[in-house]
């Protein structure tokens, strides 16, 4: 296995970085600490093809 590389083996949950895009107004969203990413911009999406995700403001790296 290559570093990096997840696998039904691996341990979970692992931290990762994906890059994405915020969605909507982001200061105004971020009030309550939260908000809509989309990953759709770099094809990155979930086995069953989800690619918005609500994140805390904080786990963003600007």
Same mark, same amino acid.
């Given at each position: 296995?290559?570093?990096?590389?997840?696998?039904?083996?691996?341990?979970?949950?692992?931290?990762?970085? /994906?890059?994405? !895009?915020?969605?909507?107004?982001?200061?105004? *969203?971020?009030? #309550? &600490? /939260?908000?809509? !990413?989309?990953?759709?911009?770099?094809?990155? *999406?979930?086995? #069953? &093809?989800?690619?918005?995700?609500?994140?805390?403001?904080?786990?963003?790296?600007?």
């Amino acid at each position: 296995m290559e570093l990096g590389e997840l696998t039904p083996e691996s341990d979970y949950p692992v931290e990762v970085t /994906v890059a994405c !895009v915020i969605q909507g107004d982001a200061e105004a *969203t971020a009030g #309550d &600490g /939260v908000v809509t !990413v989309s990953t759709s911009p770099h094809g990155v *999406t979930t086995l #069953d &093809g989800r690619e918005e995700f609500t994140v805390r403001w904080d786990q963003l790296i600007r």
